[in-house]
């Protein structure tokens, strides 16, 4: 019994060790910004072949000097303000025009709802990075290149396919009959999409709103090809490009920025990823 | 007794203009501009200039005839295939760790999804910086591990920055992986499992014959995501290295970005970015092949 013991005990330790090992594969850039952010200078720029200065570590006291860096003399309070402002707008369109569609496709549209939806989802896999190139024209023949404008046009092509599938996942999950009752008791069909159906959809459109921010805050390819100008960039263009100041990099104000816009993605991450994953196993993972 | 029913009841129509506006965005801001992207392709189109005449197969000639494009295209390839390998081991070993209940689980499943969350220009900066030539933390790591004598310039040299850029994008896409792989173990039914391990399977045995054979739908789809994710992604090499040094570490996107958006070549760029569409294509067929076996699977 004693060997039974021991081969739990090890098997126990090799799991610790296996999850730690994941977690600092994973972790281990976020606690170099948190520890970058909040260094003192000469304790960050000392060549790692000094190998008598351990990096790991704060060598001297934490200062929030990089902080007061990045609020008080860059454009980073600019650059969360036009993010807002794209995310606002890039959800209410999304809201306004996805949902609808969702609601469509699950309960109006008989047999082919499912193959549109599949069609519109498939939209979600054309990448920006083919369509930069004919949006920068289109772009500049609508007069909004270097505009936040340009970004709340563009962001829903890729949020309206992904959320329309989310919405209409979402309402398979949900039992007909409320609805079904609803007409019983009178309401005509549309009564029922305008009274009835909101209460029941809340939950899909809260996971709508969720995604569509985390993509606005994450998206790079299409801010960096139509903004130009540093007053009009969001915060994840801004950071990496317009930070670097010249030649000059501000490790300390970089990887603040980096942590403070992460933290809130991560917060938000964790508490939907488990709605996210519903729409992107696509029946492959039955439930 | 039903209502009569009036325009308000049919169904048709109702569905047919909800779903209105979500079609004419897609067409319209997808569709169109997909086929301008290959029409681009064909054309002698400028940035500065709102004309553009037909240049035939020019762009594809001058592109093919092109090094930096060839590297370019290896590149993309060597990028996808290398991080998907990584991440189809790594988050197979992952979705196994993740299973079994262990104390301060909560926390490391936090940890594990950060990389996700966060915008891969930011992270890419971040790693930027890990990776730098004077001040790189894992060359301190190594050289105090005694594992390193001489020194790696991490995105100084072609070979090790495309190793670089492979760690990133496994990085990048291993939380997704995990979860979606966690996601298949835990729709595997119990009883198969359990068949397993009264038949005398151990551990090792009942992952490679009996899960990972049940698993590779899955599996397949985490690939699929993770193929667009990388083939097409501009953010990592773009902030890494910038395709440099001298062009050597381009991929397909950061190559169309430069030549097609600073270079002021409409078509050319176009004509770049459309050697993403076998990725996409390959993708796209793969995942409505396994939709309809689900399909199939499921009456």
């Known amino acids: 019994m004693i060997r039974r013991d021991v081969r739990r005990a090890l098997k126990r330790t090799g799991l610790y060790a296996a999850a730690f090992g994941f977690m600092l594969f994973a972790g281990f850039p976020f606690y170099w910004m948190l520890i970058t952010a909040f260094k003192q200078n000469r304790d960050l720029y000392v060549g790692a072949s000094d190998l008598s200065h351990v990096p790991w570590i704060f060598n001297d006291p934490p200062t929030l000097e990089h902080v007061r860096l990045l609020f008080g003399q860059t454009d980073f309070p600019r650059w969360v303000l036009n993010t807002l402002v794209v995310v606002v707008a890039v959800v209410a369109i999304t809201v306004a025009v996805a949902v609808p569609a969702g609601y469509s496709l699950a309960r109006l549209a008989g047999r082919w709802g499912e193959r549109m939806g599949m069609g519109i989802f498939f939209t979600y896999l054309i990448p920006p990075t083919l369509l930069f190139v004919p949006f920068s024209r289109l772009i500049s023949l609508l007069g909004l290149q270097n505009s936040l404008g340009s970004l709340i046009l563009i962001y ?72 130009s100008s540093v007053e009009r960039m969001t915060v994840s263009l801004g950071v990496p490009i317009a930070l670097v100041r010249g030649d000059v990099y501000h490790w300390g104000a970089l990887m603040a920025a980096a942590l403070f816009t992460s933290i809130p993605l991560a917060i938000v991450y964790n508490l939907f990823i488990d709605r996210f994953i519903q729409g992107f196993t696509v029946g492959a993972v039955k439930g | 007794m039903m209502r009569r029913r009036t325009l308000a ?35 002698n189109a400028t940035a500065g200039s709102l004309r553009f005449g037909w240049a035939g197969l020019r762009n594809y000639a001058a592109i093919l005839a092109d090094p930096i494009f060839l590297r370019a295209l290896r590149n993309s390839a060597v990028v996808t295939v290398g991080s998907q390998v990584l991440v189809v081991i790594l988050a197979t070993a992952a979705a196994q760790v993740f299973r079994a209940t262990f104390r301060g689980k909560r926390l490391a499943r936090f940890v594990l999804l950060l990389p996700w969350a966060v915008p891969v220009s930011l992270a890419a900066i971040a790693w930027t910086w890990i990776f730098d ?7 301190w790591t190594l050289k105090a591990a005694g594992l390193l004598h001489g020194w790696l310039y991490w995105l100084g040299e072609p070979a090790l920055a495309l190793v670089a850029i492979i760690i990133v994008q496994a990085w990048r896409i291993l939380p997704f992986a995990t979860v979606i792989v966690l996601a298949g173990l835990s729709s595997i039914p119990q009883e198969i499992v359990e068949a397993a391990i009264v038949d005398g399977a151990g551990f090792w045995r009942r992952l490679f014959q009996v899960e990972l054979p049940l698993l590779l739908p899955v599996v397949t789809v985490a690939v699929l995501f993770g193929v667009v994710y990388t083939a097409t992604d ?16 381009h991929v397909l996107p950061t190559l169309a970005f430069q030549r097609g958006i600073l270079g002021a070549d409409l078509g050319q760029g176009a004509a770049i970015a459309v050697f993403l569409l076998p990725f996409l294509i390959v993708v796209a067929v793969a995942m409505l092949r396994l939709a309809r076996r689900a399909e199939v699977g499921a009456r």
């Open chain 2, 234 to 249: 501009l953010g990592v090499v773009y902030i890494l290295t910038g395709g440099g040094p001298a062009n050597t570490t």
């Open chain 2, 133 to 139: 030539s004077t001040f790189s933390v894992i060359n």
């Open chain 2, 9 to 43: 009841d049919r169904e048709e129509v109702l569905g047919g203009a909800m779903l209105a506006p979500a079609l004419a965005y897609v067409i319209l801001l997808v569709g169109v501009p997909f086929v301008l992207a290959i029409v681009l392709s064909f054309s």
């Open chain 1, 156 to 227: 829903p092509t890729m949020t309206i396919p992904f959320c329309t599938w989310l919405v209409m996942g979402f309402l398979r999950s949900v039992p007909w009959e409320i609805e079904e009752q609803a007409m019983i008791d009178g309401y005509s069909r549309l009564a029922v999409i305008l009274k009835v159906a909101p209460r029941l959809i809340v939950p899909g459109i809260l996971t709508v709103v969720v995604f569509t921010f985390t993509l606005v805050m994450q998206e790079f390819v299409y801010a960096l090809t139509f903004i």
